[in-house]
């Protein structure tokens, strides 16, 4: 099931859906001051600033992004830019949370014309965590898991967010060949409400749960976007310092703009990313928990310079990376990319032109074309397809 691009009416139903949310989860004063703060913005800065960048400037001195992007991809992006920088974590998370994210998937659905989704899935709770089981038939054995953490800096985002991503990803995997591919999403606990080790530790029990369903751990691909693939590289460093888990080791592992250096320098704005470092760093620390955590790889995976740590962290297949030429966090990613490969770990790499970070949930969002829409999630999908074969 893969539902068509994004309308002006979604987005009013999602607005619908959020103001209530916001009401009932927020302080009231707090979120009358954080309005009251982005109206210049709203009324003034963001009307100016787009059209004389995208209309009044010349293409040759327009950003990268700008450049590429539709009007209804640079507008909600100039959105999320400021958001990102100026709203308290607090807010910000609600955007992102189950009650404004699952009925909003419904109603798109409904919109597309399913009142039943192809796709099923279903909460499972775990010992210290929660999580999304998403197959397309509950009752058959997967030939193939994915195990999935979403990003937003530990602090926002839930895998109902994501909801629409996955199952678009999980009916593409089933195109390619997979009999009954599957997918499990974990809900891990967003700081402040809980730092490392907690969200570590929900990863370990989220894997272990998706290990004891197959019997063949080459079949499981651990994935993940921004903060996610923070804690997919942080599993895999801990599985690879643990010899009594060698034997669970996954198969493949498919990364999505992962944060990989949670506190660096060369974290540094640009033109076209929506992400901001200050905000990025504060979030990172709060996770971290202490200062000294900065330098700990099982807390930030890219401070791990241990060519024979990170080959035995590799998954048997390797890493299948996607991410944007205008991101942020590409210069700690590249540098990561680079020791993978002289660590001797098979490493497939798109880094998209002109893209922001993690492209290709944004993308399956934003887009006005399916081609675009699904370009991510078929390199995905074909990475994936050429590490773990279909049996």
């Known amino acids: 099931m893969i539902l068509s691009q994004v309308s002006y009416l979604d987005c ?29 913005f709203f009324l003034f800065q963001l009307p100016y600033g787009f059209i004389s960048e995208r209309y009044l400037t010349q293409k040759k001195y327009q950003s990268p992004f700008i ?28 955007f992102f949370s189950k009650p404004v994210a699952l009925p909003f998937f419904r109603f798109r659905m409904l919109r597309h014309g399913y009142v039943h989704s192809p796709i099923q899935w279903r909460e499972i709770h775990l010992e210290n965590t929660s999580g999304i089981w998403i197959t397309s038939n509950q009752s058959l054995k997967p030939d193939l898991v994915v195990f999935y953490c979403h990003g937003g800096g530990f602090a926002m985002g839930s895998s109902y967010f994501y909801l629409e991503f996955l199952v678009a990803w999980l009916t593409l995997l089933r195109e390619s060949g997979y009999s009954n591919p599957a997918i499990f999403a974990l809900e891990y606990t967003l700081v402040p409400d ?24 080459s079949r499981i691909c651990v994935a993940g976007d921004s903060a996610g693939g923070t804690l997919i590289l942080s599993l895999l460093l801990y599985i690879a310092s643990h010899p009594d888990r060698s034997e669970r080791k996954p198969g493949f592992a498919t990364l999505i703009s992962p944060w990989t250096t949670l506190f660096s320098s060369h974290n540094r704005n640009t033109a076209s990313d929506f992400l901001d470092a200050d905000s990025l760093h504060k979030y990172g620390q709060q996770y971290a928990n202490s200062i000294s955590n900065l330098e700990n790889p099982l807390v930030s995976p890219g401070v791990c310079k241990d060519s024979t ?48 970070h993690a492209w290709p949930v944004a993308t399956l969002f934003l887009s006005d074309t399916q081609s675009e829409r699904q370009k991510g999630l078929k390199y995905l999908t074909k990475m994936i397809r050429q590490a773990i074969d279909v049996r």
């Open 12 to 40: 009013v139903v999602f607005l619908i859906f959020l103001a209530p949310q916001l009401l009932l989860r927020v302080n009231l004063f707090e979120l009358l001051v954080c309005v009251l703060k982005a109206l210049p």
């Open 67 to 94: 450049k590429r992007a539709s009007p209804f991809q640079d507008f909600v992006i100039r959105c999320v830019r400021y958001a990102f920088a100026r709203f308290p974590a607090n807010i910000g998370r609600v």
């Open 194 to 217: 809980a730092v490392y080790p907690i969200q570590l530790e929900q990863t370990i029990t989220g894997y272990d749960y998706v290990a004891s369903l197959i019997s063949d751990p």
């Open 309 to 356: 740590w990170w080959y035995k962290a590799s998954p048997q297949k390797g890493f299948g990376v996607l991410f944007g030429s205008e991101e942020l966090l590409g210069p700690e990613l590249k540098d990561l990319i680079a020791l993978w490969r002289k660590s001797g770990c098979a490493v497939n790499v798109r880094e998209e032109p002109g893209a922001i």
